[in-house]
C-alpha cells in the first residue's frame, strides 16, 4: 500500500486481493462475490484506486456489464474502480510497460500461457485461486498448467474456451464429408473438394492472438510438437513442429486462400457474422491475471 500524491492511497495488487477476500463475516469464506452477496464492504482505506486492465470483448453487452459490476463492487467497497479496456493485440505492450515501470493496472486480463512470459512481475496468487479452488472445485490441470510457475499461482483462471470449428454441413455432404472429419488429413481432402466449390476454408492466419494461435496450437499439438517440455524447457526446434509446419504449408494451399493471412480474430469473427458460412476455427482461450487448453481438433 502507497500514498500518491493528492492523498490517495493506492494498494499492492497482494494487499487488495488479501483484503477483499478474507474482509468480514461470509465475504471471509465466499471473497469477492459473497461480499457483493451480503452487501456488506470490507474495509478499505478512504481513496483506495483498483484498476482492471482487460481486452475489448466480442460480445459488446459484456464490456457494459462487466464495468457495471465493477462499479458496483466499487460503490460497495469503498474503492474507486477503473475498468480499462483495448484491443486484444495491444494487451501484450501495455502489460510489458506496467511490469517494466511498475505502474498501472493492478488485476490484468491474460491469455494462454502469458502468466510464465511475465511471472517476475505477478504477485503470488495461492491464496485466491486456492480458497475458489476449495469453494468450487479443484481447477482443471490445464489451467494450472497455465497459471502456477515455480509452484506459484501467478493468475487466477477465468475460463476455458475450447477451439470450434463452424462449418455448414450441407457443403460438406456435397464434398462427400457425411460428418465432420476425423483427421487433418480428412480434413484437407475435404476442403480440397471444398475450395473447388469455391468454398475455401476461411481460417485466419494473421499476427493476433486468438484464432491464428488456437488454430497453430492444435495443429503442432497434434502432430507431437510443443513449446516447451514438461520441465519448462523450450523444445519447438524439434521435428515433430517441423512437421505439422509443413502440414500446415500445404493445407493452407490446398484447402484457403491469401484472404486468411492477414486475418485477425476480430476481423474473422466480424465476418462470421455477416456471413456465416465458410468453415474456420475459432475461440481463444482465456485466462484473467492478477499483475505484480487443450482444444478439440482433427488429429494428424
Known sequence: MAKQPGGVTRFDRRAFLRVAGAATGAAAVGGIPAIV???????????????????????P??????????????KLAG??????QINMNDL???????IETRSGPDIIMMI????????????????????????DGAFYEHNRKASVVDNRWKSVPLCSVNS?????????????????????DELRKVGAELKKK?????????????????????????????????????IINNKETIEALKFTVAFWRTVSTRAGWPGTTAATTARFWQAPSRPRSTGPASTLSPSGSSPRSPRP
Open 37 to 59: 452477496a451480503a452487501q456488506k464492504a470490507p474495509s478499505f482505506p478512504k481513496g483506495t484506486k483498483l484498476n482492471i486492465l482487460e481486452w475489448v470483448s466480442f460480445v
Open 61 to 74: 453487452a459484456s464490456d457494459v456489464e462487466f464495468k457495471r459490476l465493477a462499479g458496483e463492487f466499487g
Open 79 to 84: 474503492v474507486e474502480v477503473t475498468v480499462d
Open 92 to 98: 501484450n505492450p501495455r502489460i510489458a510497460s506496467a
Open 112 to 135: 494462454s500461457n502469458w502468466p510464465h512470459l511475465y511471472a517476475d512481475g505477478l504477485a503470488d496468487v495461492d491464496d485466491v485461486a486456492e480458497e475458489i479452488a476449495k469453494r
Open 164 to 184: 470450434t470449428w463452424n462449418y455448414r454441413e450441407d457443403w460438406f455432404k456435397e464434398a462427400g464429408a457425411a460428418k465432420f472429419p476425423d483427421t487433418w
Open 198 to 234: 469455391g468454398h475455401p476454408i476461411g481460417q485466419a492466419f494473421g499476427h493476433s492472438l486468438g484464432d491464428p494461435n488456437q488454430y497453430a496450437y492444435a495443429v503442432t499439438w497434434c502432430f507431437g510438437g510443443a513449446e516447451i517440455d514438461d520441465k519448462g524447457k523450450v
